[in-house]
């Protein structure tokens, strides 16, 4: 028997509802799998572990033959300083250009503005490590007549670059959504240009603008080889801007090809991975969470 | 599964860059083995399929010996391609344990443990061949007015709780440098190179001094040291570049300094360096026996000496 048209049609309908229900599903089911993957690696030694030792140290000895330590306090406080520090640039000169982008800017200029802020996203990490390594490194060097090129201060600004294309596009998308109504009523009021930015668009476009900033926290705390690469990688609490520091994605990505695999080494390796997931996961949630305490307002 | 994602092959006329996209490499490592650690090692290639390739993997210390090797190899021998890649020894002797490799690039021993994990896994016994020696140089930035260094003032600048920290301490102040701290260089803690050095220098049941800046690759120590005036640090003698200076090195304080040079390697006189090793599992297959012999002649050996390694003996 052939299928009538109006059979095939319905078939087809559900066929295409199934696969778009799977896309949906998949992302889930990645993230789980991952999540599985990297707890089954990690596990084992998170029975062992003393996990306060684990959390505060800064005793990171992983090779150690008579007494092998896994601290990573100094890591963590070495990604969350990398990150807090690129965001405190990235934040003002990436929202600033989203404002001028949506608000101030001239057609032309835009566009070209434009393509220059994705390619600047477009610039893999590991150039952006090399450019650190030997341009930025020598500049530090000269210009605040530090001992150390590679250094907290150095992997900050890397990641600030790299996280301003992702702020100011989003950033811009939010703006733009603030519907036209609302810069005509202000202006009508007799506000000014930048009145109408900061009493009116702002407040607006507030969550999209919290969401593009975490977003950029997500690609900063995320960076392993430019941090790899400018950072120094030295295992140390920074006391000022310009000491070397060692993030937790780097440690990963520095030891993990030699480790063999099973061994206790290799676990807190992926105990890391772990620790980096509930990270980004405490961000996200956060971020969740106060974008629906402002919607409630 | 690793191993087969990070080769490099090596065409004749063409060298295998490895050490330098060793970064690169270890980013898609990790990220393999993050997204990968369920999977089994990989078993389906079994060397006798492959009638023509020989796989090497191992030391990045050997990386660009083993390239130029192979390349070398291929003007001999054109019906064997040797492919090689770096990663580090700890690789190399993963891929002999589970089959991804023929031939490993070793800068240390292998340990109890892994020849143990060997027997296990294989059946064989590792099979070690001396290729040649490697020095590892201590390297200063070209300001610094220091021309030698004694083993126990090394130790001191690197172990925990050693005792110079400073330049000062040497009598040492480098013109044009920012502050007076001794910026320690060193390479990752589960490099061969860095546990060659800890066994040589700094003291086996010790520890390393934390808060070195432990760079990644051989290369990346050259490169940092030229850039920092405060800068000291060790590599392979073959990575030398006229950018850093390198220091004599006396056993004791008060012997002679030595500069590291072939005829000092082989006659003992330098005080830190190391044998090169190849490792199979079990007794190579007649292909792969084939080229270790031709490393081992004058002709291989040569190689060595192109490369800034150190040959088993004088030419």
């Known amino acids: ?297 | 599964m690793q191993n087969q994602h990070s080769r490099i092959k090596t065409v004749p006329g063409g060298r295998a860059e490895a050490a330098g996209s060793r970064a690169i490499q270890t980013l898609a490592l990790t990220v393999l083995a993050l997204g990968l650690a369920g999977c089994q090692p990989d078993t389906g290639t079994s060397s006798s399929t492959r009638k023509t390739v020989i796989q090497n993997t191992g030391s990045d210390t050997m990386v660009n010996l083993a390239a130029a090797w192979a390349e070398e190899y291929s003007k001999v021998e054109s019906a064997v391609s040797v492919e090689v890649s770096g990663g580090g020894t700890g690789l190399g002797i993963a891929g002999l344990i589970n089959g991804s490799c023929d031939l490993a690039n070793c800068s240390r021993h292998f340990e109890p443990k892994e020849n143990e994990e060997l027997r296990a896994k294989t059946g064989t016994e590792a099979k070690e061949y001396t290729v040649g020696y490697d020095a590892l140089s201590i390297f200063v930035h070209r300001a610094n007015p220091l021309n030698e260094i004694s083993l126990e003032e090394l130790a001191e600048i690197y172990r925990a709780d050693g005792r110079i920290q400073r330049w000062s301490d040497l009598s040492v102040s480098i013109p044009g440098a920012k502050g007076d701290e001794i910026i320690r260089v060193s390479r990752q803690n589960n490099s061969g190179t860095y546990q060659y050095f800890k066994e040589a220098v700094v003291g086996k049941d010790r520890e390393f001094k934390l808060g070195s800046l432990d760079m990644n690759g051989s290369k990346d120590v050259i490169g940092l040291i030229a850039k920092t005036p405060n800068a000291i640090g060790y590599s392979g003698m073959g990575y030398a570049t006229p950018e850093v200076k390198v220091l004599k090195v006396a056993r004791k304080k008060g012997d002679p300094a030595v500069a590291p040079s072939i005829q000092a390697v082989l006659d003992k006189s330098y005080p830190i360096s190391r044998p090169l090793f190849l490792y199979t599992a079990g007794d190579p297959r007649p292909l792969v026996k084939q080229y270790i012999d031709w490393v081992m002649s004058d002709a291989g050996q040569k190689i060595l000496e192109h490369t800034g390694y150190v040959p088993l003996k004088m030419q």
């Open chain 1, 1 to 297: 028997m052939r299928l009538s048209r109006k059979q095939l049609r319905a078939w087809s309908e559900k066929l295409i509802e199934l696969a778009i229900r799977l896309c949906g599903i998949s992302a889930i089911v990645f993230v789980f799998g991952i999540f599985f993957f990297v707890f089954r690696e990690g596990a084992p030694f998170l029975a062992k572990i003393d996990l306060r030792e684990f959390l505060f140290s800064d005793q990171w000895i992983p090779t150690s033959q008579t007494n092998p330590r896994y601290g990573v306090g100094a890591l963590i406080v070495g990604s969350v300083s990398v990150t807090v520090l690129a965001m405190a640039i990235a934040v003002p000169f990436g929202v600033g250009a989203a404002i001028f982008l949506s608000e101030f800017c001239g057609p032309r200029a835009k566009e070209g503005l434009k393509i220059t802020i994705e390619l600047l996203a477009a610039i893999p990490s590991v150039v952006w490590g090399f450019i650190g390594l030997s341009v930025v490194s020598p500049l530090l060097i000269q210009v605040f007549h530090v001992p150390i090129g590679v250094n907290l201060f150095n992997g900050a600004l890397l990641l600030a670059l790299m996280s301003v294309p992702i702020i100011v596009s989003i950033g811009e998308d939010a703006l733009k959504a603030v519907p036209d109504t609302y810069r005509e009523a202000a202006v009508a009021l007799g506000a000014t240009r930048w009145q109408v930015v900061y009493r009116v668009l702002l407040p607006a476009a507030k969550n999209g603008l919290l969401a593009a900033v975490l977003l950029g926290v997500g690609r900063a705390i995320g960076e392993t080889m430019a941090v790899l690469m400018a950072t120094g990688h030295s295992i140390r609490i920074p006391h000022s801007l310009f000491d070397p520091i060692r993030t937790l994605t780097a440690t990963i990505a520095a030891e993990l090809g030699e480790t063999s695999q099973g061994s206790e080494h290799y676990q807190v390796l992926f105990l890391i991975g772990l620790l980096l997931f509930l990270i980004t996961f405490i961000v996200n949630l956060t971020a969740d969470l106060v974008v629906k305490g402002i919607r409630r307002k």
